[in-house]
């Protein structure tokens, strides 16, 4: 519930790019608010500011309702090649952290630009980036079950470590 309280107050900058194959990486990261979700608060949940990312700016768009993407389909691509790569029961932890807050805290949250949402339990992480010019609104089983897919898809079999989801709109994307 803290962390669904928190996530709704960011306001918004401006950025939209195309999201290469490769792993996303928070660049000085800055952490904004840390909080621990699941049955027993097992998985770490932090938005950060990233200086790769544009920082928050307060104008007409920011102070405008959020734009809801829950259920958008996104595109996953595996990152090559194969080697040290998450366990994938390391995410499952995280997608059934994401699962139990949505079952107790509520299904939604807002996302900003510029502050990554990250969450880690042991080696796997795992980042929601919005990257378009407005809030946008995601659901937590959706993003549970882009971790699961994720984690168990883009392994050493499939010549991968790890991936990412990126939405048809290249608005956000998950790692």
């Known amino acids: 519930m803290r962390l669904l309280a928190v996530l709704s107050?960011?306001?918004?900058?401006?950025?939209?790019?195309?999201?290469?194959?490769?792993?996303?990486?928070?660049?000085?990261?800055?952490?904004?608010?840390?909080?621990?979700?699941?049955?027993?608060?097992?998985?770490q949940a932090q938005v950060l500011s990233c200086s790769n990312r544009p920082s928050p700016t307060v104008d007409s768009v920011a102070l405008a309702a959020p734009t809801n993407v829950c259920g958008h389909t996104c595109n996953t691509n595996c990152f090559t090649p194969a080697g040290g790569g998450p366990d994938p029961n390391d995410c499952q932890v995280i997608a059934n952290a994401l699962l139990y807050a949505n079952q107790n805290t509520g299904t939604n949250f807002n996302i900003t630009v510029g502050s990554p949402i990250f969450m880690q339990y042991a080696s796997c992480k795992t980042f929601f980036v919005n990257q378009a010019s407005y809030n946008e609104t995601y659901c937590r089983n959706d993003w549970a079950s882009v971790i699961?897919?994720?984690?168990?898809?883009?392994?050493?079999?499939?010549?991968?470590?790890?991936?990412?989801?990126?939405?048809?709109?290249?608005?956000?994307?998950?790692?």
Do not use: K, M
């Open 9 to 43: 107050t960011f306001a918004v900058g401006v950025f939209a790019t195309a999201i290469p194959s490769i792993p996303f990486l928070c660049e000085d990261a800055e952490v904004l608010t840390t909080h621990s979700i699941g049955r027993n608060e097992e998985v």
């Open 148 to 175: 699961e897919y994720v984690a168990f898809n883009c392994q050493a079999q499939q010549n991968a470590h790890g991936g990412n989801c990126v939405a048809s709109d290249q608005t956000w994307f998950i790692q």
